[in-house]
């Protein structure tokens, strides 16, 4: 298993702050050893992923739908309320 030398195992860059608007996004950059390591687990079955965090499942597919309705629900409070 290789790693960076005297390094985490991931940078991470973004996320200043940005006055009133919040705070930017957050990036990550991981070592390529560790993103092939992990679609190797994921292939072979090895790595179990939360139901809810994929799209091939009812519960997944449920949890996308309502999160995508409540978000185009909330820009349309927002443009009616302007």
């Known amino acids: 298993m ?6 985490s195992p991931r940078r991470t860059y973004g996320g200043e702050g940005r006055g009133t608007y919040g705070a930017a996004l957050t ?3 991981y070592h390529p050893d560790d993103v092939q390591r992990a679609a190797t687990a994921i292939a072979e079955g090895r790595l179990d992923i939360p139901a809810v ?5 009812r519960v997944g597919r449920r949890v996308e739908y309502w999160s995508t309705f409540l ?3 909330t820009m349309l409070i927002y ?3 302007s």
């Not at 290789?2 to 390094?7: F, I, L, Y």
């Not at 965090?53 to 499942?57: A, E, Q, S």
């Open 79 to 81: 443009a009616l309320a």
């Open 27 to 29: 990036f990550y950059d």
């Open 71 to 73: 978000s185009r629900l």
């Open 53 to 57: 965090w994929r799209t091939d499942t």
């Open 2 to 7: 290789r790693r960076w030398s005297g390094e």
